[in-house]
């Protein structure tokens, strides 16, 4: 919140103040996306599995091939996607309820967020860069 | 928390938060793989060396019990999220459902990938 919002004389109720904030601080946003992400991945769970079946046991230029043609990469990436974004949020909830030093809390969330982004974009490159065939 | 009688549910609880941030760390394995597919065949060797050792099969083995019973778990969440299945037989029953599932999703996907790939 910033100083603007909370002047020394606030013709604000209290109650304005908080509502819509909730524990979190942000509302229900995190709570409706970690639904939507965990619906995604269970819908996504039977292709992905069946893409990574195909794949064991053979070698790179198989892989390679395989993970290249776009419906395997379409799935492979939304899995990816829903999967990063949920373990972003699930993740910030646990440190959230254990981690209670508030400095240690910003760094951990934020180290988080870096995690998730890089596993995200780690993957899609490498999908990407198959799918591209350079 | 040492007065609450500890029950089957609340210990569920945890082994879902356990076994969610296990996927987390394992998201690692995931995009090493990936990253060695498109890398090219001797990087993509090493990951094969790796997921086909002891070790290597066992966390293997681990993450597909840890995604199945997450999945199990979380939907289990889902039919709460929605308003079902909160007496005391139907949440015990969701949970053993994750339970049992769980571990039989996972050996179920290790015959079919033995009996397919395995011994490729």
Same mark, same amino acid.
């Given at each position: 919140?910033?100083?603007?919002?909370?002047?020394?004389?606030?013709?604000?109720?209290?109650l304005g103040?908080?509502?819509?904030?909730?524990?979190?601080?942000?509302?229900?946003?995190?709570?409706?996306?970690?639904?939507?992400?965990?619906?995604?991945?269970?819908?996504?769970?039977?292709?992905?599995?069946?893409?990574?079946?195909?794949?064991?046991?053979?070698?790179?230029? %198989?892989?390679?091939?395989?993970?290249?043609?776009?419906?395997?990469?379409?799935?492979?990436?939304?899995?990816?996607?829903?999967?990063?974004?949920?373990?972003?949020?699930?993740?910030?909830?646990?440190? +959230?309820? %254990?981690?209670?030093? +508030?400095?240690?809390?910003?760094?951990?969330?934020?180290?988080?967020?870096?995690?998730?982004?890089?596993?995200?974009?780690?993957?899609? %490159?490498?999908?990407?860069?198959?799918?591209?065939?350079? | 928390?040492q007065v609450?009688?500890?029950?089957?549910?609340?210990?569920?609880?945890?082994?879902?938060?356990?076994?969610?941030?296990?996927?987390?760390?394992?998201?690692?394995?995931?995009?090493?793989?990936?990253? =060695?597919?498109?890398?090219?065949? #001797?990087?993509? =060797?090493?990951?094969?060396?790796?997921?086909?050792?002891?070790?290597?099969?066992?966390?293997?083995?681990?993450?597909?019990? #840890?995604?199945?019973?997450?999945?199990?778990?979380?939907?289990?969440?889902?039919?709460?999220?929605?308003?079902?299945?909160?007496?005391?037989?139907?949440?015990? =029953?969701?949970?053993?459902?994750?339970?049992?599932?769980?571990? =039989?999703?996972?050996?179920?996907?290790?015959?079919?990938?033995? #009996?397919?790939?395995?011994?490729?």
């Amino acid at each position: 919140m910033s100083a603007a919002d909370t002047p020394k004389r606030s013709m604000r109720t209290p109650l304005g103040r908080v509502r819509n904030l909730g524990a979190a601080h942000s509302g229900t946003s995190d709570f409706w996306r970690q639904r939507i992400t965990g619906v995604a991945m269970t819908l996504l769970m039977i292709p992905a599995l069946v893409i990574i079946m195909m794949l064991l046991g053979r070698n790179q230029v %198989y892989a390679a091939q395989t993970l290249s043609s776009i419906p395997v990469a379409v799935i492979l990436l939304l899995f990816i996607f829903a999967s990063a974004w949920h373990m972003k949020i699930g993740m910030q909830v646990v440190i +959230e309820d %254990y981690v209670h030093n +508030e400095k240690l809390k910003l760094v951990s969330v934020m180290l988080n967020n870096f995690f998730s982004i890089g596993v995200a974009l780690a993957s899609t %490159y490498a999908i990407l860069k198959l799918s591209s065939g350079v | 928390m040492q007065v609450y009688r500890w029950t089957l549910t609340m210990a569920l609880s945890i082994v879902h938060r356990a076994t969610g941030i296990a996927l987390y760390v394992g998201t690692l394995l995931l995009v090493w793989w990936l990253v =060695a597919a498109a890398s090219g065949p #001797a990087a993509y =060797a090493h990951v094969q060396a790796f997921t086909g050792s002891i070790i290597g099969r066992l966390i293997v083995f681990g993450y597909t019990w #840890a995604l199945m019973h997450h999945m199990l778990s979380g939907i289990r969440h889902f039919v709460w999220d929605l308003g079902y299945g909160f007496k005391a037989n139907e949440r015990e =029953a969701l949970t053993w459902g994750a339970l049992i599932g769980g571990i =039989a999703l996972t050996v179920l996907i290790w015959i079919i990938a033995y #009996a397919n790939g395995g011994g490729r």
